[in-house]
């Protein structure tokens, strides 16, 4: 049978790098692409410090300008930022996506449902972590406007009620199947959590759904590498 992959079928599938710190919400959601795609073991992992804000410095901004974490570095030195990115990526490997969808209709409502989550939920728990708590520590956050900051939270309260009311209509966030907007709220709650946002409990789907989530094997698989003590690099 013909591979899909993208490399010669003669040689052993090539070795993908991602640099990431292992219990970052947005690195959360390519390694559980990862899991989901049973792409593991295809990936080195090289840690980049966020605390000690490695990265900001050179040698990361060269491999991702936005100084961002995840990137996926392929064997020709392209390097993906962006977890749509690198997810979409990821998803396309094996010419059968089932992250990201296969019709044009999927792609469109799978990809608009993601941005949407990263816009209402997750990238706003992100600006409240960085401007409304210690965030990332004196030495890396340089600038912090706490208002803008307690907004962004406010913000994301309001992105758990959308997601709640569209888990009311449909088992998934975009739709009958698990997909990236699924991992995309996946790394929001994972977030929430972190800043110690809780989701309220009226808030019944969203809730009831994000117990189903951490039943699947790619999310436990993403928990116990971002536990201390785990070997995850
Ligand atoms: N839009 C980016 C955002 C990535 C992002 O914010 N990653 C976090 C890691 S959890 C980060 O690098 N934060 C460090 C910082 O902003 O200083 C993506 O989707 O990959």
Known sequence: MKSNLDHDDTTSPAMMTIYDWHTGPYPARVRIALAEKHLQA??????????????????????????????????????????????EYLDNLDGAPTLTGGTPREKGVIHMMSKRAELELLDAISV??????????????????????????????????????????????????????DITVIGGLIFAALVEL??????????????RMRERSSVKHWVAMSEPGQARD
């Open 128 to 181: 409240y972590f960085h401007h409304a708590t210690p965030g990332l520590g004196p030495n890396v956050e340089l600038y912090q406007n706490a208002e803008w900051g307690l907004r962004q939270r406010d913000k994301a309260l309001r992105g758990m009620h959308y997601f709640d009311s569209v888990l009311t209509r449909q088992p998934f966030v975009a739709g009958a199947t698990f997909t990236m907007a």
């Open 42 to 87: 295809r990936i080195r992992f090289v840690s980049v410090n966020l605390w000690q804000g490695e990265h900001k410095q050179a040698a990361f901004l060269a491999k991702n300008y936005s100084g961002t974490l995840p990137v996926l570095e392929l064997d020709d030195g392209t390097c993906i930022a962006e977890c749509t990115a690198i997810t």
């Open 198 to 211: 809780e989701v309220p409990a009226q808030y019944a789907a969203l809730n009831a759904w994000y117990t």
